[in-house]
């Protein structure tokens, strides 16, 4: 693998396994993963760090019909554009001429869609004979160190043809790599989404005071009965019941902040329950904690905690989910996960879970 850092552990324990569900991989310079619909990504990735700053991205969805899309994202710092070519000229399939692509979500990176469909097809064929793609970003002045990115091919066919298999398309006229005779109604159905129907929000007033006996309570919960612990925030779930947040500082680190949950109604700390994060089948170690979550917030309109479990400290790899309130239980909503840190932005990792949320 490139010498890139690779999650820590505690972010490990709740990584997706192979399974019918969903699956992260990595081959040499590249990575893929799937989502329980069967849509599936691939990313690559300069093999260099210090030539970090552009990658390539692969999508298609789980159905028979779904187009192939390749996206480049570069990070262009004050350069005015960017152009891109294959290590081997005399391969075809990339944008000619100049490029500035258009911004992402919270991060500096600018994002080129260069072939979709068919076009994508074609691309992919020289993408598995190149040995890189160069990316070359233009400036005003003399270029800066830098200026050159070169994406690595190495992992691409295998990386490909494993997103053919989890999709379901070898030997499919539909299949990236290894196309074949069958028809695209040889491809299984996309399985349906999971349905996840939230709760409608509640305007109740949240208690101000707080027993120590709930203090307590909530403390427990944490490592070793953190006597530092303290409620963060309290939240109306609706039917007469609340949503605790606790602190766990002596299980919390530089950029990790663990915060466990208590659900239940005001004024009764026996009567609270603990919160139950219960990750799907082949999601997560069944033996990690499940009454709280990294880096948690909470939207009261839409019932929906968000948590992001960081890699390192900048947040390039990780894992982001959402949990939404039903009205009995927090559900998983959305799970991305990036399990190397590779300097791809989180708004761009890729699905790992997915349900359909009613409101």
Known sequence: MPPYTRIALAIALILPAASAHASFKDFRDWLAACDNLRNCSAFATSPDASEAGAYLRIERGGSADAPVIVTLSVDLGSA????????????????????????????????SEIARGNAASALIDSIRKAKAIVVTRHYAGKPPEGAVTRISMSGATASLLWIDDQQKRLDTVTAVVRRGPKPASAVLPQPNAPVIVAAKPSDAKAPENHSPALLARGRALCDDNDKNSQIEDVSPLGGGQFLYQFTCPDSSGAYNFWNVFLIGPAGNAQALRPADFRRPPGLGDKDAPRSGLTNPSFDPQTMTLTSFNKGRGIGDCGIEEKWVWDGKAFQLALQRTMGECRLIPADDWPVTWRAEVKR
């Open 80 to 111: 005015k554009s960017y152009s891109v070519a294959f290590d081997d000229p005399s391969l075809p399939g990339l944008p000619s001429g100049s490029l500035r692509g258009e911004e992402g979500e919270g991060s500096d990176y600018r994002r």
